[in-house]
């Protein structure tokens, strides 16, 4: 499993043109996040279909509110979007590795160990983006709430995925793709 996590990120670094700080990969080649809009589809069913007995968590976890409005995504700065995903990340991998100390039923953990890998594979991938301090929004608290269903996590990764993320790739494909 730790060799799918080196391989994405090996292939999102490959894609790297020369003179961007960006991987281009999933930016120009749309096939990408579209595997990677299925996979979250994926892992939130199996989620639900197959771990359908997981108790709540004892102890709730904070999940970044990732809904948005177009026109006001529209508007921002694609340095202020980069920034918004990535706190929205980060407040996701925290609530999967609370929540896997939580679950003990081998499918529920199982689940949650895929779903941290591939958030904080995006995680680490926006981080190389290395965009310059500039004007955006200070530190990083996201919009949220507090959840104790498990299934709930997997919902907010693949709105994270299939909204913001994609469109943001999007965006950036516009003035950096061929």
Same mark, same amino acid.
């Given at each position: ?39 979250? @589809?994926?892992? #939130? ?8 007995? *997981?108790?709540? $968590?004892?102890?709730? &976890? ?13 508007? @921002?700065?694609? #340095? ?8 929205? *990340?980060?407040? $996701?991998?925290?609530? &999967? ?26 995680? *680490? ?54």
């Amino acid at each position: 499993m730790e060799l799918n996590r080196l391989l994405l990120l090996t292939s999102f670094l490959l894609h790297v043109k020369e003179g961007h700080a960006r991987p281009m990969g999933p930016v120009c080649d749309k096939r990408l996040i579209q595997k990677y809009i299925g996979e979250a @589809k994926d892992m #939130e069913k199996r989620a639900q279909s197959e771990c359908q007995t *997981l108790p709540a $968590l004892s102890c709730p &976890v904070v999940l970044p509110l990732v809904d948005f409005n177009m026109r006001q995504w529209k508007n @921002k700065s694609d #340095e202020i979007k980069w920034h918004e995903i990535l706190c929205n *990340l980060v407040l $996701l991998v925290g609530a &999967v590795t609370e929540a896997q100390g939580q679950v003990s039923q081998e499918c529920g953990a199982n689940q949650l160990r895929q779903l941290y890998r591939h958030a904080n594979s995006f995680l *680490l991938l926006l981080q190389t983006f290395g965009w310059e301090e500039g004007p955006r929004e200070p530190g990083c608290s996201p919009s949220s709430i507090e959840q104790t269903q498990v299934t709930e996590i997997f919902l907010t990764y693949r709105q994270l995925v299939q909204g913001k993320l994609r469109f943001f790739f999007h965006n950036l494909a516009k003035d950096s793709c061929d």
